[in-house]
């Protein structure tokens, strides 16, 4: 959604056609390395908006090459775009790629689990290495958003090297503790009465 409602927000804006939009969510985002979308992503989602009536596309004429498609916003894209400000964003913490690769860890006996935290841990200092490194070489005086944006990231990894050694110091707690099994439910159809 994200992608779809800042096209949204771009086209607000002014008009663009694909590769303006791609290269305006890029500068917005701080640069491909901090989100990187494809030019797929970009005219897909276009594709997508216009079949909703959120945006219109006109062909401009171009010196010598091929029409270019630049898209505007339509009164109903104004509308959608409305409601995504009026709207709080959904978190997605309670997905977490490393709590599945703990939990399996633990209960497969393939990997030692306390190796498993530590490279977890190594790769977070890493990350957060990096990101100081960025932060450190913005230019404050004209990027105050790119800070902010940084030091939200850095403060995310710091709670999760902290998280971390919570966990670390529960493990043998949490590994005494039976492995979760899934409800069993009856197979095939049920029975007629």
Do not use: C
């Not at 663009?16 to 992503?41: I, S």
């Not at 997508?48 to 898209?71: I, M, N, T």
């Not at 006996?109 to 790769?123: H, K, L, M, W």
């Amino acid at each position: 959604m994200t992608v779809r409602n800042a096209i949204l927000g771009l086209l607000a804006q002014q008009p663009r056609h694909g590769y303006e939009l791609r290269a305006a969510f890029e500068a917005l985002v701080g640069g491909a390395d901090m989100w990187d979308v494809k030019p797929a992503q970009i005219y897909t989602t276009l594709a997508r908006l216009e079949e909703a009536g959120l945006v219109s596309r006109d062909s401009v004429e171009q010196d010598g090459g091929p029409e270019k498609l630049v898209y505007s916003l339509t009164p109903a894209g104004h509308d959608e775009l409305a409601g995504w400000f009026r709207a709080g964003v959904a978190t997605e913490h309670q997905r977490d790629e490393f709590f599945v690769k703990l939990m399996v860890s633990l209960y497969s006996g393939e990997a030692d689990p306390y190796q498993v935290i530590r490279a977890q841990r190594n790769r977070l200092y890493q990350d957060l290495h990096d990101l100081t490194a960025r932060r450190n070489g913005v230019d404050g005086r004209r990027e105050l958003a790119q800070i902010f944006l940084l030091d939200k990231s850095i403060m995310h990894l710091e709670a999760d090297l902290r998280w971390l050694d919570l966990l670390e110091a529960r493990l043998d707690d949490i590994r005494r503790q039976p492995l979760p099994q899934p409800q069993v439910r009856p197979r095939g159809r049920p029975r007629k009465s």
